[in-house]
C-alpha cells in the first residue's frame, strides 16, 4: 500500500509518514505528515488489497505449460523431416528464373541517378556500369549470360543469388543461359552513345568579314551545347597571316575562354584587340573555337568553323578590258636590284683604298650583274630592244668597248638560272611567238616595268664607265619601280584554243580495219554491296517449309560490317533470331524480310515523282480547263 501510494507525484514519496507512530517522527517529519493528509483529504486515493499469490500452484502450472510447448515442437520437426525426405526422393522440376533485378549506374558526368531495373530490357548510356542479381528455383548451375556476338559472361554464386557485372559500351541483345533452364527469349541491351558537342558562330553571321573604317574591336560570340554538359573553358586559336604573294607570314596563338550559361548549352564570347594583335592593310585575321564535353575519362573536343576578318590591302585600279585568266606571281628574283645597290655602296666606300684599275674592274663587273639582271626583266616586256632604249649618241661603242667573248667577264649564260622565268619558258615551255611574255602583264604594270628597265640601263651605263656613284641615284630609281611591279602581284595569260594533231589524210576513207579491235564488250554486272542481304530477301519470299537453309549467317557477318548503316541493328537481329528459332514461322519471316527491305542501297537514279499541285497551282489548272 505505502508503494501504491509513492506512485502518486504529489505524495513526494513520503507515504510512510502517514503510518509512522506520532513519537517516532521529528518536528520537520510531522509537518510533512500533515500536508499529505491535506493532500489526501481533496483527492482521496482507491486502494486495493494486495494478491494473495499461490506460488506452488502457479510452479505446477508453468510445468505443465513447457512441457507441451515442448511435444509441439518435437512433432512438427519430425513432419519437417518426413517432407524433405519425400522431396529428396521425388524428381527434381525444371530450373525457373524466379526473380531478377539489374542495379543501372551511369557515369558521374551523365548527373543521372544510379537505379535499379525490374526488366531485363536495358536503354542505358555509354559506360554504365550494369550490375545482373539473378534467383533461380530450384538453384541452378552454370549460369551466364550470352550475347548475340558469341559472346558470354559468367555469373558469381553469392548465396542463392547469382550476379554479374558488365560495363556497357555498344549495344546488343543477349539472354540468360543456365544447366536445366529452358532457352529463354533475347533481351535487348540498348547503349545511347555520347554525342560530341556542337558549336556554331553567332556573332559574326558570316565566315568573311571585311573590317569597316575606324574598327579597332573585333567582336565574337560562339554557341556550344552538348547533350551531358559543356566544359566550362574552351580554346581560342587565332591566326594572322600578313603578306601578299609568297611573302606570307603566319603567327598563331591561343586563348582561353570562360562560358557563361546552363550546363548543356553555353556561349563563349570576346573581343579581339585588332591594334594590340597588330592587325594592318593586307592582314587575315582567322578564329576557330575549340569546345570539349565532360565525359571522363578522355573528352570529346570539336573545332567551330574558321571566321575570316580581312583588310584588304590598296591594290589601285586593275586594268580593265584584258581577256586572260589572273594568276598570283611573285618571282624570287625581283629582289636582286638590292643587292646590286649593296655591291655600289660598298665599292664607294673602299673607293679610297684601291688602286684605279682594281676600282674599274670591279665597277665593270657589277655593270656587267646590272646587265644580266635587266635582261632578265626584259623577257616579260617581249623583245629586247622594247625594253632597252638605243645608246644616246656618243655612247654607242662605250659598251662595246674593250669587250669580247674571253675578256673575264660574265655576258651571260644559255643555261637557265634560278628563277629566271624567260629561260625556263623556253627550255621547258612551248611558245607560241616571240612575244607572248609580253601578254603576262597588263599595261600598267608593263609601264612600271619599263621605266624601271631604263633606270637599270643608266644604272649599267654609268658602272661600265667606271662611275659607280652616278649609277647609284639610277640604281636606287630602279629598286623603287621594281617594288611597285611587286605590288601588282597579279599577271594575265592569254586564252588561245586547243592545238590539236593534223589530220592525217593517209588513214582516212581507206576501208581496212586491220588491228581495229572489236566494240563489242562483254556486260559484267557489278557485285552488289548488299549481297548477303539480297539473297536472304529472296530466300525468304519462298513459301515457309521449302528446302534449303536460310543464308542467315551470312547477314550476320555483313551486319556486323554494316551495323552503322542500320537504323535499329537491335530490332534486325531480333528478327533473326526468331527466324533462326523457328523458320517455319510465318509472321516471322514477313517482320524479318519487311526489315531487310529498308535496309537495301537505293537505286542510284530513279524517276522523281510530280510534286502535288498546291492551292495556287489548281486554281490555274481549273482557269485552263474552263477556257474555251
Not at 569546345?291 to 575570316?308: E, G, K, T, Y
Not at 580495219?513 to 529472296?538: C, F, H, K, Q, Y
Request: charge should be neutral.
Amino acid at each position: 500500500m505505502i508503494h501504491e501510494l509513492n506512485l502518486r507525484p504529489e505524495m513526494e514519496d513520503s507515504a510512510d509518514l502517514l503510518f509512522a507512530p506520532d513519537g517516532g517522527i521529528n518536528g520537520l517529519q510531522s509537518l510533512q505528515r500533515d500536508r499529505l493528509k491535506a493532500r489526501l483529504s481533496t483527492n482521496p486515493p482507491v486502494l486495493r488489497p494486495d494478491w494473495d499469490f499461490n506460488w506452488p500452484l502457479m510452479s505446477l502450472g508453468l510445468v505443465c505449460v513447457i512441457s507441451a510447448l515442448s511435444a509441439f515442437i518435437y512433432v512438427e520437426s519430425a513432419g519437417r523431416d518426413h517432407r524433405v525426405s519425400s522431396q529428396a526422393s521425388a524428381p527434381a522440376g525444371p530450373v525457373r528464373l524466379i526473380s531478377a533485378e539489374v542495379a543501372v549506374t551511369p557515369p558521374a558526368y551523365t548527373r543521372q541517378a544510379a537505379h535499379r531495373e525490374t526488366t531485363l530490357d536495358l536503354k542505358v548510356p555509354q559506360n554504365t556500369k550494369l550490375i545482373w542479381r539473378l534467383r533461380f528455383a530450384p538453384d541452378a548451375e552454370n549460369v551466364r549470360l550470352v550475347f548475340h556476338d558469341g559472346q558470354s559472361v559468367a555469373l558469381r554464386r553469392d548465396g542463392d543469388i547469382w550476379t554479374a557485372t558488365l560495363s556497357a559500351e555498344r549495344s546488343r541483345l543477349y539472354r540468360i543461359a543456365a544447366d536445366g533452364l529452358p532457352q529463354q527469349p533475347l533481351h535487348r541491351l540498348e547503349v545511347t552513345p555520347d554525342a560530341p558537342p556542337k558549336v556554331e558562330a553567332v556573332l559574326p553571321d558570316r565566315a568573311l568579314t571585311l573590317v569597316t573604317p575606324g574598327q579597332t574591336q573585333w567582336p565574337l560570340v560562339f554557341a556550344a551545347r552538348d547533350d551531358y554538359g559543356v566544359a566550362p573553358t574552351a580554346e581560342l586559336r587565332v591566326i594572322q597571316a600578313q603578306g601578299q604573294g609568297e611573302n606570307i607570314t603566319f603567327r598563331e596563338r591561343t586563348m582561353t575562354l570562360s562560358g557563361h550559361g546552363g550546363a548543356t548549352e553555353t556561349r563563349f564570347s570576346t573581343r579581339l584587340d585588332l591594334k594590340a594583335l597588330g592587325f594592318a592593310t593586307g592582314d587575315d585575321l582567322i578564329v576557330q573555337l575549340t569546345v570539349r564535353d565532360n565525359r571522363a575519362p578522355s573528352p570529346q573536343a570539336v573545332r567551330s568553323p574558321s571566321l575570316i576578318l580581312r583588310w584588304p590591302s590598296d591594290l589601285g585600279a586593275e586594268s580593265t578590258g584584258l581577256e586572260g585568266l589572273a594568276r598570283q606571281t611573285l618571282p624570287a628574283y625581283f629582289r636582286s636590284q638590292r643587292q646590286i645597290i649593296i655591291d655600289i655602296e660598298a665599292l664607294l666606300k673602299e673607293k679610297p683604298r684601291l688602286k684605279p684599275d682594281t676600282f674599274l674592274s670591279r665597277s665593270d663587273s657589277i655593270g656587267v650583274d646590272q646587265r644580266l639582271l635587266r635582261m632578265r626583266y626584259g623577257q616579260f616586256l617581249g623583245e629586247k630592244a622594247e625594253g632597252e632604249p638605243e645608246a644616246p649618241a656618243g655612247h654607242a661603242g662605250s659598251l662595246g668597248e674593250g669587250h669580247s667573248a674571253d675578256d673575264g667577264h660574265d655576258h651571260g649564260s644559255a643555261s637557265p638560272a634560278f628563277g629566271d622565268g624567260g629561260n625556263v619558258l623556253a627550255e621547258y615551255g612551248h611558245t607560241h611567238d616571240e612575244t607572248e611574255a609580253a601578254t603576262l602583264l597588263d599595261p600598267e604594270t608593263r609601264a612600271t616595268l619599263k621605266k624601271a628597265l631604263d633606270e637599270m640601263w643608266q644604272s649599267e651605263l654609268h658602272l661600265r664607265q667606271g662611275n659607280p656613284q652616278t649609277a647609284l641615284p639610277h640604281a636606287y630609281k630602279a629598286l623603287g619601280y621594281i617594288k611597285a611591279v611587286q605590288q601588282a602581284t597579279r599577271i594575265f595569260l592569254s586564252r588561245v584554243g586547243p592545238e590539236l594533231p593534223p589530220i592525217d589524210d593517209n588513214r582516212r576513207m581507206t576501208g581496212k580495219r586491220e588491228g581495229i579491235a572489236s566494240a563489242t564488250l562483254g556486260v559484267t554486272a557489278a557485285p552488289s554491296p548488299d549481297a548477303p542481304v539480297v539473297a536472304l530477301w529472296n530466300a525468304l519470299a519462298e513459301r515457309p517449309g521449302a528446302k534449303g537453309e536460310l543464308p542467315l549467317g551470312a547477314l550476320d557477318s555483313w551486319l556486323r560490317a554494316n551495323e552503322s548503316r542500320v537504323r535499329d541493328p537491335l530490332s534486325l537481329l531480333a528478327a533473326v533470331e526468331a527466324v533462326r528459332a523457328d523458320p517455319d514461322c510465318a509472321k516471322c519471316r514477313q517482320d524479318l524480310r519487311a526489315r531487310l527491305w529498308g535496309v537495301l542501297t537505293r537505286p542510284p537514279a530513279g524517276v522523281a515523282h510530280r510534286p502535288a499541285p498546291t492551292a495556287a497551282g489548281d486554281r490555274y489548272l481549273d482557269a485552263l480547263e474552263r477556257q474555251p
